[in-house]
C-alpha cells in the first residue's frame, strides 16, 4: 500500500509568508483551519512582535511557526509525538528560525516544571479535544509561573464542549466557531477593550 503523502499548509504573513510548512500524515494532528488561523491572527497581530511564545500540543507548529513568522522573539514548541518533533526540528533548521525550541514532552509533564526561561506571553493551547485536558492545563499554566502578566492565550475546543471555568483574572477578548471548532482569545489581568481588539 502507498504511504500517504505528507500533509501541507501554508505561513499567511510575516518573514515566511507562503511558505510551505509539512507534516507527517501517520500522526493524528489536527491543524487549526486556515480560516480559524487567519481570524485568530488578525485579532493578535500587532501584538506579536518580542513576545515569547508557547505552542503546547504544538501538532504541525504552524501557530508558533506564524508567531515567529510575524515577529514573536521565540517560540517553544512542545509536542509528545516524536515523529511531529522531528518534523518541527527539521523545519525550523530548513527555514534558519532563531529562537525556535522543540520539546518532545506530554504537555502535563512539561507545565509540572517551572520555566527555565521565564514567562510566555503568548501561549496556544490546542489539545486533543476528547481528551479533558484544558482545566488542569489552564490551572498550571497561571500557577506554574509560565504566563506574564498581560499575557495572551488562545484556546481552540470542540465548539459543543464546555469551556473550563477560567482563573480569576483571565478575560475572554473574543471567541468564534468555524463548524466543530470553537476558539477563544483570553489574556490574563486584561482590561475591558472598548474597540474589541487586544491592547
Known amino acids: 500500500m ?3 503523502r505528507a500533509r501541507e499548509l501554508r505561513i499567511i504573513a510575516g518573514e515566511w509568508r507562503g511558505r510551505k510548512l509539512r507534516f507527517p500524515a501517520q500522526t493524528s494532528i489536527r491543524p487549526t483551519p486556515d480560516r480559524v488561523r ?18 503546547l500540543f504544538a501538532g504541525s507548529g504552524v501557530l508558533g511557526l506564524e508567531s515567529l513568522s510575524r515577529g514573536a522573539a521565540a517560540a517553544t514548541f512542545v509536542d ?17 528560525a532563531r529562537g525556535g525550541t522543540v520539546v518532545r514532552a506530554d504537555a502535563q509533564a512539561f507545565l509540572a516544571a517551572r520555566p527555565a526561561d521565564g514567562p510566555f ?13 484544558l482545566p488542569a492545563i489552564v490551572a498550571r499554566l497561571e500557577s506554574g509561573g509560565w504566563l506574564d502578566p498581560g499575557a495572551l492565550v488562545y484556546v481552540e475546543a470542540a465548539a459543543a464542549d464546555r469551556l473550563p471555568e477560567w482563573p480569576a483574572g483571565w478575560e ?5 466557531q468555524a463548524g466543530a471548532v470553537g476558539y477563544h482569545l483570553l489574556r490574563r489581568e486584561g482590561r475591558h477593550v472598548a474597540t474589541g481588539h487586544p491592547t
Not at 485568530?40 to 513576545?51: D, H, Q
Not at 509528545?80 to 534558519?96: C, Y
Not at 506571553?121 to 485536558?133: I, N, Q, R
Open 121 to 133: 506571553g503568548l501561549v496556544f493551547l490546542d489539545p486533543p479535544f476528547a481528551a479533558g485536558l
Open 172 to 176: 475572554v477578548l473574543r471567541s468564534g
Open 80 to 96: 509528545s509525538d516524536p515523529r511531529a518533533a522531528q518534523a518541527l526540528r527539521e523545519r525550523l533548521a530548513e527555514w534558519g
Open 38 to 55: 487567519e481570524t485568530l491572527f488578525n485579532w493578535i497581530g500587532p501584538r506579536i512582535t518580542g513576545r515569547r511564545a508557547l505552542d
Open 2 to 4: 502507498q504511504q500517504r
